[in-house]
């Protein structure tokens, strides 16, 4: 199996993260030099990784504040996130939920589940369930439909589940899979593609296996130096996904992920490529270009709710319409 051959490689706890690449993946790469191959870059550990900032942490997006039961995190009011895997087919060096990914909590347990269930019974006003992780893919069909059907037992929740099957391992997408799927619907399949290299014959066809299930398909992308910062790749990027039915939904601005400060992308230079692809591309294949505030201020639209820039940080505006700062020097 895929799941046999991760190392753990030693370094600081905050950045620790397994190294796994399926085989699949590594074959996207034309080389192995993550300085230089934007796939290799997403697999490889670099030294890099050991440089970390104060400004950095392993939880970058503040999921422990809002953990409700263990594993059920519920920040937006009618969204849950489950965490249900802590394993991933391929570990991507830039994972911000790297506190969480690969460090060996395994699988939601039984009691796990009920514990969250009896929360979300409490709680009418949640209508989304997010299947997360890890990947939710690294459980095996039966025993995540299994899941699915317990969660439908409280309310008919609308499922979205978020998974890098079909860029890192489009072989785990089966004919039986998408049947299985197609009999629980409402379902959203939401991936994480980064570079139009990962766009391939092995994608297409397990993207369409999901779209004729009856699951709309969306792509969340991570700007990321060396991999997607450039209006070429990023165009070609959406494009590509548009052309193969599936909605382009966010591109985030790189969390203050412990040890990735070399993948971060400065700000402005976000809001410059979007203002590019804005005049090449059609509104279905724009994604929104966002950020995650840092201690659990949220997601916001960035271009929409910068407030104004300044020497060491960005004021953004929150949902509730309160100033946040994200820092601005750590770039480099
Ligand atoms: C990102 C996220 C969601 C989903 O937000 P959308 O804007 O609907 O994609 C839900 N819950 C948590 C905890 C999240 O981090
Ligand atoms: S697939 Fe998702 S959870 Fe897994 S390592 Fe990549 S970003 Fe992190």
Redesign the pocket.
């Known amino acids: 199996m895929y799941d046999d051959d991760d190392v753990l490689i030693g370094v600081d706890p905050a950045t620790r993260?397994p190294y796994g690449v399926s085989r699949y993946y590594a074959s996207l790469a034309e080389h192995d030099d993550p300085d230089s191959d934007p796939i290799a870059a997403?697999y490889a550990p670099r030294e890099a990784e050991g440089d970390t900032s104060p400004l950095e942490s392993s939880d970058p997006i503040g999921d422990r504040q809002y953990e409700v039961t263990p594993r059920l995190v519920h920040h937006y009011r009618d969204r849950a996130l489950i965490l249900v895997n802590d394993?991933?087919?391929?570990?991507?060096?830039?994972?911000?939920?790297?506190h969480?990914?690969?460090h060996g909590a395994g699988r939601l347990s039984a009691g796990e589940l009920e514990k969250a269930c009896c929360y979300l019974s409490d709680h009418p006003e949640v209508r989304e369930i997010l299947l997360?992780?890890?990947?939710p893919l690294m459980h095996g069909d039966e025993e995540l439909f299994a899941l699915i059907d317990r969660l439908r037992t409280v309310r008919d929740f609308l499922i979205r589940v978020?998974?890098?099957m079909p860029?890192?391992l489009p072989s785990r997408i089966t004919e039986s899979f998408a049947q299985s799927l197609s009999y629980r619907l409402p379902a959203w399949v939401v991936i994480?593609a980064n570079h139009p290299r990962e766009i391939t014959g092995e994608f297409e066809r397990a993207v369409a296996l999901l779209l004729r299930a009856g699951a709309p398909v969306a792509n969340q992308a991570?700007l990321l130096r060396g991999v997607n910062d450039d209006a070429e790749t990023l165009e070609a990027l959406f494009r590509g996904l548009q052309r193969n039915g599936i909605r382009p939904y966010y591109l985030f601005q790189g969390d203050l992920a412990s040890g990735t400060a070399h993948f971060r992308v400065p700000i402005e230079r976000g809001i410059e490529l979007m203002r590019t692809l804005r005049r090449r591309l059609s509104g279905l294949a724009l994604p929104t270009y966002a950020v995650d505030l840092p201690a659990g201020g949220g997601k916001v639209p960035i271009e929409a709710n910068l407030v104004r820039t300044e020497s060491d940080r960005y004021i953004f505006r929150d949902a509730n319409g309160a100033e946040r700062s994200y820092p601005r020097e750590i770039e480099r």
Do not use: I
């Not at 394993?87 to 790297?98: G, L, M, N, Q, V």
């Open positions: 993260l997403q394993r991933c087919a391929t570990y991507c060096r830039h994972c911000f939920r790297r969480f990914t690969g997360s992780g890890g990947d978020c998974t890098r860029v890192v994480h991570v």
